[in-house]
């Protein structure tokens, strides 16, 4: 995101990649995201009712966002701060403002029956400011639908138990990333932020890169390891679950001080 702060500009977020990674980080990367029932799309989706007035916070190129309307029947409106996404968003026909989120903002073109996060708030230095707007923007009875990386995922286990943590161009550990969650620090930044989770689940994530590149898997037709990934999915949703995804309502006392 572009804006100001105490401590000078904010950088783009494909920016905070720089000096983790050889080469820079594709800002397309995450077009074309599969519309499929376990996996990303089709998780918001789900949580999404028909017809709803939804707020796509930090919408990029409005890949998913055109998804999530076709799904849907969303009355979808974008929130984009880089210009040149945004342009490309208003492309596909989608309403989208090219800005930063704000409560100026929020107030104007609000309220919406849900706000959505599709993998952004693991980009932000303070997500808990991006939430107590969001409450804000949301109409009576509306609720906050996001998606985040799971941090707990068996790869990144795995990696740690042999002392590595290493960056890479997209996915989990994307370079990007400045916040790795796992579902009780996700539900705590919730809590914290004056919601309460009411629905959680997990995406699939079969073309994750360790299944392209690690014994077994790799091995491994993708029909076969996207079999095996659902049924552990199933057992242990936090071990195989890519992506966290949950649907949050705000509680009437508010956020915590």
Same mark, same amino acid.
């Given at each position: 995101?572009?804006?100001?702060?105490?401590?000078?500009?904010?950088?783009?977020?494909?920016?905070?990649?720089?000096?983790?990674?050889?080469?820079?980080?594709?800002?397309?990367?995450?077009?074309?995201?599969?519309?499929?029932?376990?996996?990303?799309?089709?998780?918001?989706?789900?949580?999404?009712?028909?017809?709803?007035?939804?707020?796509?916070?930090?919408?990029?190129?409005?890949?998913?966002?055109?998804?999530?309307?076709?799904?849907? =029947?969303?009355?979808?409106?974008?929130?984009?701060?880089?210009?040149?996404?945004?342009?490309?968003?208003?492309?596909?026909?989608?309403?989208?403002?090219?800005?930063?989120?704000?409560?100026?903002?929020?107030?104007?073109?609000?309220?919406?029956?849900?706000?959505?996060?599709?993998?952004?708030?693991?980009?932000?230095?303070?997500?808990?400011?991006?939430?107590?707007?969001?409450?804000?923007?949301?109409?009576?009875?509306?609720?906050?639908?996001?998606?985040?990386?799971?941090?707990?995922?068996?790869?990144?286990?795995?990696?740690?138990?042999? #002392?590595?943590?290493?960056?890479?161009?997209? =996915?989990?550990?994307?370079?990007?990333?400045?916040?790795?969650?796992?579902?009780?620090?996700?539900?705590?930044?919730?809590?914290?932020?004056?919601?309460?989770?009411?629905?959680?689940?997990?995406?699939?994530?079969?073309?994750?890169?360790?299944?392209?590149?690690?014994?077994?898997?790799?091995?491994?037709?993708?029909?076969?390891?996207?079999?095996?990934?659902?049924? #552990?999915?199933?057992?242990?949703?936090?071990?195989? =679950?890519?992506?966290?995804?949950?649907?949050?309502?705000?509680?009437?006392?508010?956020?915590?001080?």
């Amino acid at each position: 995101m572009i804006g100001t702060g105490g401590a000078g500009p904010i950088l783009q977020p494909d920016a905070s990649s720089r000096g983790f990674l050889a080469q820079s980080v594709d800002p397309f990367r995450y077009d074309g995201q599969p519309n499929q029932a376990d996996e990303v799309v089709g998780l918001l989706s789900s949580m999404i009712p028909p017809n709803a007035r939804v707020l796509d916070v930090g919408c990029g190129t409005g890949s998913v966002s055109a998804h999530i309307v076709a799904n849907t =029947g969303a009355r979808l409106v974008g929130v984009e701060p880089d210009p040149h996404r945004a342009a490309l968003a208003r492309e596909r026909g989608l309403d989208v403002h090219a800005a930063l989120l704000t409560e100026d903002l929020a107030a104007r073109i609000g309220p919406f029956d849900i706000v959505m996060f599709a993998d952004v708030l693991e980009h932000l230095a303070d997500p808990y400011a991006l939430l107590c707007i969001a409450k804000m923007a949301l109409a009576p009875n509306g609720a906050v639908v996001a998606s985040v990386p799971n941090v707990a995922h068996w790869s990144v286990r795995s990696d740690l138990l042999r #002392g590595k943590f290493e960056y890479r161009k997209w =996915g989990i550990m994307d370079a990007t990333h400045l916040r790795w969650f796992t579902s009780s620090n996700l539900r705590f930044l919730f809590a914290s932020a004056g919601f309460t989770v009411d629905a959680e689940r997990v995406t699939a994530g079969v073309d994750l890169d360790c299944y392209s590149e690690r014994l077994p898997w790799r091995r491994m037709s993708r029909k076969r390891r996207a079999s095996i990934v659902r049924a #552990g999915i199933k057992l242990w949703p936090q071990l195989f =679950g890519c992506q966290l995804v949950v649907k949050a309502t705000p509680n009437e006392r508010g956020p915590r001080s």
